[in-house]
């Protein structure tokens, strides 16, 4: 219970909310910026901040750095504020579903033009934001900032006088498929958050921070906020008493069964493989986090929480498998479509994939399990950030012994840059704190029966 004297979760963060709303109107600076930490209600937040603005004359721009992302805002637009004139600003290959297209209250466009003098609010990409070259706007809301490059930001700056810049400081850093080494250091670097730049080059700008993620479950939260957020910390919306997982069958007391009773337990289970360097592709591994989804299915895993105190019964689509690799995604994919049948609809993707998105329970396999080097892409912080917090139960990481032993034999050593840096948390230390939290919730899988399918 939340103490008298203590504001609840709901008021802290309705105050954080209020105060950013009320400044919009009378900002002088040119941006606000919002640091939001894992499930925190950002996307409420854009949406309730596009609505304020666009109350004046002229549409209010929201700029999201993905075709998924913008198609999610536009949804959550028409849900909840349906008085709003929604329009999608779309490039003109790409294909835009089927609900949108087909939903009265939104319109779709190719062109500015077309859609300018009909909308209160145009959701678009970066990159077809940046095709826009002779409009001005009082106001932009730029979603997932901490995602979008900082040339990305320089394309588009010019069409609005000010912005809300909302994202989450621990997840991803923008990324690129070519080589970018010669721009380290360099103030017009690409590869640098545009929340980033902003505040190197900003360093007035207002600063808010929302208080409480609403996903994550109280025994999550001090693993994520310590590790991932040090700047930033956070805590739980719910109570411990809110969030149950249990099974309906029993279990057969293998290594599988206990570490998703004990996940469910206590929210977090690191299921660990003999030591062993396989690269990237690891099918016992691969095997593993699928004989774990199997299972939960299997003993009709029922969660409960405060927005289902009636209890749901675990179905494959609430279940995620994430991973660092394309390469990894793909072989898990294939082994489930042909050995696993009942986990059809289970979500098997990289990190990149799964930000903003939520699942009951997820299913990791961690980024150094089974490597013979700690590389700057498999330490990024942001990347088992996003994989151990996407969760609203339960979080299973399947990884080779031994990580800990690989991060002190590659210590972090990479070259410090000059120039705009993000406040996030150090790859190394991150890795070795969630290792450290994770020691009292490790299952061996030594004693783990082995058995051959069809």
């Known amino acids: 219970m939340t103490p008298p004297h203590q504001p609840s979760p709901q008021q802290q963060m309705d105050t954080a909310a209020r105060a950013i709303l009320e400044q919009l109107p009378t900002l002088t600076h040119r941006g606000i910026v919002v640091h939001s930490p894992p499930g925190a209600g950002k996307s409420t937040l854009v949406a309730r901040a596009a609505d304020a603005l666009a109350q004046s004359s002229a549409p209010c721009p929201v700029i999201a750095q993905t075709n998924s992302q913008v198609d999610q805002l536009v949804r959550r637009f028409a849900r909840h504020h349906p008085h709003l004139r929604t329009a999608r600003l779309t490039a003109t290959e790409h294909s835009v579903p089927h609900d949108l297209q087909a939903h009265p209250g939104i319109r779709i466009g190719t062109r500015i033009e077309a859609l300018e003098t009909t909308a209160d609010v145009i959701v678009g990409t970066a990159m077809k934001w940046a095709t826009v070259t002779d409009r ?100 739980a919306g719910s109570r411990e008493a809110d969030r149950t997982l249990t099974f309906s069958i029993r279990g057969m007391r ?32 691969f095997q593993a986090v699928l004989d774990i989804a199997e299972r939960l299915l299997a003993r009709r895993a029922t969660t409960t929480c405060e927005e289902n105190p009636e209890g749901h019964v675990l179905q494959p689509g609430d279940i995620a498998i994430g991973t660092a690799h394309r390469s990894q995604t793909h072989h898990i994919r294939a082994l489930l479509a042909r050995q696993y049948p009942p986990l059809h609809g289970v979500t098997v993707d990289t990190a ?23 590389s700057a892409f498999h330490l990024e912080a942001g990347r088992l950030c996003v994989l151990t917090s996407r969760h609203r139960h339960a979080c299973i990481i399947v990884a080779r012994a031994g990580i800990a032993e690989l991060l002190d034999a590659h210590p972090s050593n990479d070259p410090a840059h000059p120039g705009a840096a993000s406040k996030v948390a150090d ?14 919730h490790t299952i061996s899988a030594q004693a783990q029966p082995r058995h051959r399918r069809g």
């Not at 699942?359 to 150094?368: A, D, Q, S, W």
């Not at 790859?427 to 009292?440: K, S």
Request: aromatic content about 12%; glycine content about 6%.
């Open 254 to 285: 293998t290594p599988t069964d206990e570490v998703i009773e004990h996940a469910a337990r206590t929210g977090w289970a690191l299921f660990e493989l003999p030591a062993r360097i396989t690269g990237q592709h690891d099918i016992e591994a």
């Open 352 to 374: 990149n994939r799964l930000q903003g998105c939520e699942f009951r329970v997820t299913i990791v396999l961690h980024p150094l399990s089974g490597r013979g080097d700690a």
């Open 427 to 440: 790859g190394w230390e991150a890795n070795h704190a969630v290792l450290a939290r994770l020691t009292q």
């Open 136 to 235: 001005r706007w009082p106001w932009a809301i730029i979603d997932e900032a901490y995602q979008m490059r900082s040339d990305m930001l320089l394309w588009t700056a010019g069409f609005f006088d000010r912005a809300l810049f909302v994202g989450d400081p621990g997840q991803l850093d923008p990324f690129s498929a070519v080589e970018t080494d010669r721009f380290h250091g360099l103030p017009h670097d690409p590869m640098n958050s545009a929340v980033a730049v902003l505040l190197a080059n900003n360093p007035d700008l207002p600063v808010h921070f929302l208080p409480v993620s609403w996903r994550l479950p109280p025994s999550a939260v001090p693993l994520i906020s310590d590790a991932f957020y040090p700047f930033t910390p956070f805590h």
